[in-house]
Structure formats: C-alpha cells, structure tokens
C-alpha cells in the first residue's frame, strides 16, 4: 500500500468522493425537476384564459369584479352558512340571497341602495315574512306567514294603518283600519 491512500493520492477517499459527486448529481437532477414543474404552471389571475373548465373549486369566497374593479357579486358565507351578494355597476348594493339563523332570505335594494324587498324568514321567529317597501326603504306592506297569518299595510310615518287576516284567539277573518297614528278605528271581524 502506498502512502496517501490507495491510490496514492493523499486525502483521496474514493467512498467520500463518490457521496459528493452523488449528491450533486441528485441536487442538479432536483432543480431541473422543480424548474421544468414551475414553468408548466402559471400563476391564476385577471390575465388567465377567458374561459375554462374546472370540476371543484374550493374557496372561502368568489369575488367577482368589473373592468374597473368594482365588485358586483360575492359568493360566500356568513355565520348561518352561504350567501350570495350583488352590486350595481357602481359598487352600491342591489341584493342578497343568504341563510339566516331561522332560515333563510333574499333582500333587493333599489339604486340609492334602500332595501324595497324582503322575503325569507324572520329573524325572531321561524315564520315566513314578504315585506316591500317605498323608494325611501320605509316599509308599506307585509305579509306574515304566522299561525292566523296576516297583511299589514303602513303609512308614510311608519304606522300601521291597515290590517287583513286572521285573529289570533278565535282564527276567524279580520279587517282593522286604523287612523294615521296607528290606533284602531274601526274593525270587522267573522
């Protein structure tokens, strides 16, 4: 054996040296690998095709937005569950469509964004309601869908001026026309 090693090389340990060139060879093989990978796939973006085809999309949220930015729709959720949302072309709310703790509603805004529709169940109870309102959002009719079910009409200050439907304690029909400030006037009832 000469000095050195057995090749005569001192410090030359050929297992050593084979471990080294391994590693580099898995190293470069590893960063072409990744690079080829990387460049296959391109980030998702406004800049990605028009038009494609998915089988699942998994999401919290789908915002979508205008050319300018302004969002018009959202679909997501809210502590009840899923909801859907849509804005005019100018970003101001026109409508919901979500699950409520009772239920759930849609609701349709006119464009100075004051609600003018509700449908749904109410938020207190776990009856139907359909509410529609004046331009200004003050309700004027509202049907309720309760166990003697009932129509209630409103004036321009908010009181009930009008009522049609049944009585609670004897479930026959009723009609109560009230006087502007909401006390009764008159009622006919079967």
Do not use: C
């Amino acid at each position: 054996m000469t000095p050195g090693g057995p090749n005569g090389i001192v410090g030359f340990h050929p297992e050593v040296a084979m471990h080294r060139i391994e590693r580099a060879v898995v190293y470069v093989a590893l960063t072409v690998a990744l690079l080829a990978a990387f460049g296959r796939t391109r980030p998702v973006g406004a800049d990605g095709a028009a038009d494609g085809t998915f089988g699942i999309v998994t999401a919290r949220a789908v915002r979508i937005v205008g050319a300018d930015g302004t969002v018009l729709a959202t679909i997501g959720g809210n502590v009840s569950g899923g909801m859907l949302e849509w804005s005019t072309k100018d970003g101001k709310p026109a409508g919901v469509l979500a699950t409520s703790a009772n239920g759930g509603f849609a609701a349709f805004r006119n464009v100075d964004a004051k609600e003018t529709v509700f449908v749904g169940t109410a938020t207190d109870a776990k009856i139907g309601v359909l509410s529609v309102s004046e331009a200004a959002g003050a309700r004027r009719a509202v049907l309720v869908g309760s166990n003697a079910g009932a129509a209630n009409f409103y004036n321009a200050d908010g009181k009930m001026v009008a009522y049609v439907g049944a009585a609670s304690d004897t479930k026959a029909g009723t009609v109560q026309v009230n006087r502007a400030d909401g006390t009764r006037g008159a009622a006919l009832a079967a």
